[in-house]
């Protein structure tokens, strides 16, 4: 089969003609009008997400044009652009290159970024996106739990090593085989965009069997091929409830830009509050903004699911980051919320 993170991924919404165009190594194709400028002015804000309804606060934010109220409450005119990117290697980049000021990956790439920036760009995280279950799903009869795979399997995620799906592979790996054995099945991982990794296992016959995503593309699965079924929970391996998908950026933007910044994180925590209180304008919202074609009725049971928590409250991610330290994944070692995300009142009693 062709290698779907070869495919480029482009977007450009809300005003500015911004042409942003990565490849699957995350690095922006050159001659293509979109500059790295030295820090974003106040009032300008470049957001990357990926794909998924783990995203469904910014598609609000974005829809309702909350980050520009907060704005110009504050006395600021915020232009807002929104890119959709594929894996958190390519967002990281996005982030370090300058071309976004706020990224949407896994906690696991935050975890990567913040270690590998610790005492320069200073990235932390800035809010979760809630709470989401997390599925690996197969749709090889014979593998029935993680022990089960075989150098003949092929496991799609986002990227290999570095997502969230990813990291929760290793920890679970370390679980079973004993935390020297924690990257055993890294091997097997290849990186594919959600979408392209769903339709291999609704299909069947190509050399990806398994797909360690998120809502609503594990559900589409399971729906979508009578053979597919779950082999693992994130939630089983991080201990319940847990902020897989988070946005961060880079100490100077926060600071150069506080405004901006504390408009987008007024407007995720009213966008939270809207999803909470109005699940079915939500999904609308969401089917609008995507351009999806997601089946509504599964759309709405995976937002009023009771394992999903809409809130920008971190939870349940300092462990996932002390494991990375204990097997030599990131040399700093966070001992507390505060060490990896930027202290605000919104997010503060976090863990």
Do not use: C
Request: proline content about 5%; aromatic content about 8%; cysteine-free.
């Amino acid at each position: 089969m062709s290698h779907p993170t070869r495919r480029l991924f482009t977007r450009r919404t809300l005003g500015r003609k911004t042409a942003a165009v990565l490849t699957a190594a995350g690095l922006f194709t050159a001659g293509l009008g979109l500059s790295a400028p030295a820090h974003a002015a106040e009032g300008q804000l470049r957001i990357a997400q990926q794909f998924g309804i783990v995203y469904l606060l910014l598609n609000v934010a974005q829809e309702q044009k909350l980050i520009e109220k907060h704005g110009k409450a504050a006395g600021v005119d915020i232009q807002v652009d929104f890119l959709k990117l594929s894996g958190g290697s390519a967002v990281n980049d996005a982030l370090l290159s300058g071309n976004i000021d706020i990224a949407g990956a896994g906690v696991g790439p935050l975890f990567t970024l913040w270690d590998r920036t610790k005492g320069k760009q200073n990235v932390k995280g800035v809010a979760s996106l809630g709470n989401f279950p997390y599925y690996l799903v197969s749709n090889n009869p014979a593998v029935k739990t993680i022990a089960d795979f075989t150098d003949k399997d092929r496991i799609a995620l986002p990227a290999v090593g570095v997502s969230v799906q990813s990291r929760v592979l290793q920890l679970a790996s370390a679980k079973l085989w004993g935390e020297k054995e924690y990257n055993r099945l890294d091997k097997l991982q290849v990186a594919v965009p959600h979408p392209d990794a769903t339709a291999a296992i609704i299909k069947g016959g190509t050399e990806i069997n398994a797909h360690f995503g998120n809502p609503p593309f594990q559900d589409q699965a399971l729906a979508g091929n009578p053979n597919a079924h779950i082999v693992l929970k994130s939630y089983d391996v991080l201990g319940g409830p847990a902020s897989a998908t988070v946005l961060y950026a880079t100490e100077k933007f926060r600071a150069e830009s506080p405004k901006t910044y504390k408009a987008f994180v007024d407007a995720l925590d009213e966008a939270a509050k809207f999803v909470t209180a109005h699940p079915e304008k939500a999904a609308d919202i969401y089917l609008k903004v995507s351009g999806g074609n997601t089946d509504r009725k599964l759309l709405l049971s995976i937002i009023q699911n009771p394992e999903v928590q809409f809130k920008i409250k971190p939870e349940n991610t300092l462990g996932l980051g002390q494991f990375l330290h204990r097997v030599g994944a990131i040399k700093n070692q966070p001992s507390a919320l505060k060490d990896y995300f930027f202290d605000d009142a919104l997010t503060a009693g976090g863990n």
